[in-house]
């Protein structure tokens, strides 16, 4: 059980890990070719594109993976049955992203223009309408993906995800590389006269989303089996028995995804809107929020593992969920969670200088290094509260989710709307760690009153504790010198690491006996 569920999320991890390494790539690749104000302005787009996916997928990946668990003859374990495999689960959850989907970006595409106004490119109209395309793509393969990581075909997707990245990757250079290189006469001269007809400097930034779009689309035909399998059903007489359930499960989960995607972007948008004139010597807001967004990149690590537990997790923990041990099994898989985070965030946070002069090359957004430790230690709560929030997603109480999400949001906002003005980002990330940190412990409670799990919270708070504070006293040391700095700071992470081992090892020994 521990085996299959560690073995899956390895390999969604390293998938992650290297994907996001390869997009890393463009990390100091687009510092390195957009100054701080036009690299703002591309995050506050994918910060709105984050929102929208959220409101275009409206739960239903969850939503998919529940009523398969529920579904006693469901299309995973009958899935040589042709009746089964088009699954009603599988059907009514594609098709009501797909409609949605339809529906919104067509919208998009017909406000294009006062859309891009607002988002202040008024001359880029097809920004939006790529944007549009992009979303509805992420989307509708959403539930083919869904279903690869119901079947246990973590190969399949991570192979998938890996193609999208490398592509994107290999589009941006393409474009804003190799092609305006060649344009300007600087290199590439032999295939000038084509590059002419790619590239057009007037759209600039936008190649970043038409390499998206490209990548994006590209997957669509690699899911042809799944797709192949799909029956649009949107029949409302004939299945509205059906679909009601499923809709009554995925609504709070829309409303707590958008709750959550304002919780993860808004700082941006907030930061660009509230932070006051000349706050920063010789840098605009939009400056700050490009400032912010790539030191927020480089809690890339933790996010990955997230990440990794969120595709892994999420089926694993509705297939067990009617077992008598699973509180015990969600517990265990918490406990060990929180131990990986802590490492990462050590193991970042201590090496923070060395690793930011290779993510981000661009030493004008140094200055805001000294943030990455909070939004490392938000993102730890972040993925607590996903662990935490297992006991509402099993036992059909997703309302849960959306007050706590409002919650969030609410905090979120309150917090930015006080501290920018006084703290700038450093207020932001505040905000950011406040809010997922709330997040979490409201989880933990409420979880304790309607299911109780037996996470070893007390053990858990110390590994948080420990690691926290050895960061703030190292990063506040007067160090005389780069070695020096560096050789007792991973030092003092190998020390952590043994002792944490030698705590463990009792536990880790009993899980091998169960396995």
């Known amino acids: 059980m521990y085996k299959k569920f560690l073995s899956q999320t390895a390999i969604y991890g390293l998938t992650g890990i290297i994907s996001r390494l390869l997009n890393y790539l463009l990390t100091p690749f687009y510092t390195g070719i957009f100054l701080p104000d036009e690299y703002g302005g591309m995050s506050v787009f994918y910060a709105y594109a984050a929102l929208l996916n959220v409101i275009y997928t409206h739960g239903m990946e969850t939503t998919y993976f529940r009523f398969i668990a529920k579904n006693e003859e469901n299309e995973i374990e009958n899935k040589n049955n042709p009746s089964a495999k088009n699954g009603k689960p599988y059907n009514l959850s594609l098709s009501s992203v797909l409609f949605t989907s339809l529906i919104l970006s067509s919208l998009m595409w017909i406000f294009a223009q006062p859309i891009a106004t607002f988002l202040e490119y008024p001359n880029n109209a097809q920004f939006v309408k790529w944007f549009a395309g992009i979303i509805a793509i992420d989307a509708v393969v959403a539930i083919p993906y869904a279903r690869l990581r ?11 995800r890996m193609t999208v990245i490398v592509l994107t990757l290999f589009l941006n250079f393409f474009f804003l590389y190799f092609c305006k290189n060649s344009v300007e006469g600087t290199q590439f001269l032999f295939f000038q006269d084509y590059a ?13 989303f038409l390499a998206n779009l490209i990548a994006n689309s590209s997957v669509i035909p690699l899911l042809w089996k799944e797709f192949k399998d799909f029956s649009f059903t949107f029949n409302w007489k004939k299945n509205w028995a059906d ?52 030191c ?25 969920a009617s077992q008598k041990d699973s509180p015990k099994t969600f517990a265990t898989i918490t ?9 990462m965030m050590l193991g970042v ?9 290779i993510f981000i090359t661009n030493k004008a957004y140094h200055e805001g290094l000294f943030i990455v430790p909070i939004l490392l230690l938000a993102n730890i709560c972040l993925g607590l509260y996903y662990n935490f ?48 940190f709330t997040m979490a ?11 109780p799990i037996p996470y070893p919270i007390l053990k858990m708070i110390l590994y948080l504790g420990i690691s926290t504070t050895l960061i703030f006293v190292c990063l506040n040391i007067e160090w005389t010198g780069f070695w020096q700095k560096h050789l007792i700071q991973n030092g003092l992470l190998v020390l952590f690491l043994a002792v944490t081992i030698l705590v463990e090892y009792r536990t880790f020994r009993k899980l091998k006996k169960v396995e």
């Open 150 to 160: 119901a079947e246990g075909k973590a190969m399949k997707f991570a192979s998938l």
């Open 196 to 208: 002419k007809l790619i590239y057009d400097p007037e759209i600039g930034l936008g190649y970043v």
């Open 243 to 294: 679909f009601k359930p499923m809709l009554i499960y995925a609504y709070p989960l829309l409303f707590a995804g958008i709750a959550y995607a304002i919780n993860e972007v808004i700082d941006r948008s907030l930061l660009q809107k509230w932070l006051p004139d000349n706050f920063y010597e010789d840098k605009s807001s939009m400056d700050a929020v490009g400032i912010y967004s790539a």
């Open 296 to 320: 927020y990149k480089l809690s890339i690590f933790i996010t990955l593992a997230v990440q990794a537990f969120k595709y892994g997790a999420e089926p694993f923990f509705f297939s067990q």
């Open 335 to 343: 406990h060990f969670f929180t131990i990986v985070c802590v490492l």
């Open 349 to 357: 946070s201590l090496n923070m200088e060395w690793i930011a002069n």
């Open 389 to 436: 929030s297992v006991w509402f997603k099993v036992s059909d109480r997703t309302h849960f989710g959306l007050w706590i999400s409002l919650a969030g949001a609410a905090i979120t906002i309150s917090f930015n709307f006080i501290l920018i003005p006084f703290y700038g980002y450093f207020g932001s990330a505040i905000a950011t760690f406040s809010c997922y």
């Open 441 to 451: 412990a409201l989880c933990y409670l409420l979880g304790r009153k309607y299911q």
